[in-house]
């Protein structure tokens, strides 16, 4: 059974940074892209990026490129999305979200994490 | 970046009837040599995360109900939920994985008339 367990809810002030784990189970940690989707309140998805657990290769979109960070530890099987200089515009669930072809990108979603709130607030 | 466009916002269908939503792109998802369309459909209910339905534009994923169907090739896309059931109430996104960034329509809200 593929589990995807994120950490729990954030609050954040303006201009700081905040990171978000996304631990996976149930199959081979290696084998799979994980991307980050958010999603702001009451509104549609956005997504941030991709990882390759197996090499730690990462791709952003271009709006978070120069405050997007994508980790990975292979041996607790566990991503990590590391977003700075918060602005209250950043206020979203933030999931991880396993990529659905194995050993390659497909860019659609086969698994998502429960989802992380993380609140921009002064 | 490809727009993808969903119509209508929202639809409220009789329970055992058909909700039919539209999902369009800015530019074609088809990619020719293999003759697939990159797009794909997921339904979320509140403080749910997505949930994939539909990948390639028609294959259903593993355990979804053979109600839900997706069409279309090209640019026009259609998800198709037959005879409606409650636990069907949600809002469902359409993806295109064509290019990167991949992106999402704005969602459709489907509910009980």
């Known amino acids: 059974q593929v589990h995807l367990v994120q950490s729990g809810a954030e609050v954040k002030k303006p201009g700081a940074s905040v990171k978000v784990s996304c631990k996976a189970s149930g199959y081979t940690f290696t084998n799979y892209y994980i991307h980050w989707v958010r999603q702001a309140p009451g509104e549609g998805l956005e997504w941030m990026g991709i990882i390759n657990p197996n090499s730690a290769r990462t791709t952003y979109a271009r709006k978070f490129q120069d405050r997007l960070s994508m980790t990975r530890d292979t041996s607790t099987s566990t991503v990590y999305l590391d977003l700075s200089s918060l602005r209250s515009e950043d206020t979203a669930v933030y999931y991880c979200a396993r990529d659905g072809l194995v050993s390659t990108t497909g860019y659609y979603f086969d698994y998502w994490g429960q989802g992380t709130l993380v609140t921009v607030s002064s | 970046d490809i727009v993808m466009t969903q119509s209508p916002d929202s639809l409220a269908v009789s329970l055992g009837e058909r909700a039919t939503i539209n999902c369009k792109s800015s530019q074609t998802v088809l990619y020719s040599p293999n003759n697939k369309n990159y797009l794909a459909w997921y339904q979320q209910n509140p403080g749910q995360p997505p949930k994939l339905l539909i990948y390639?534009?028609?294959t259903r994923e593993s355990g979804v109900p053979d109600r839900f169907s997706g069409s279309g090739s090209g640019t026009d896309f259609t998800l198709t939920i037959s005879n409606l059931q409650a636990e069907d109430v949600a809002v469902y996104y359409c993806q295109q994985y064509y290019s990167s960034p991949p992106t999402f329509g704005g969602g459709t809200k489907v509910e009980i008339k």
């Open positions: 390639w534009a028609s």
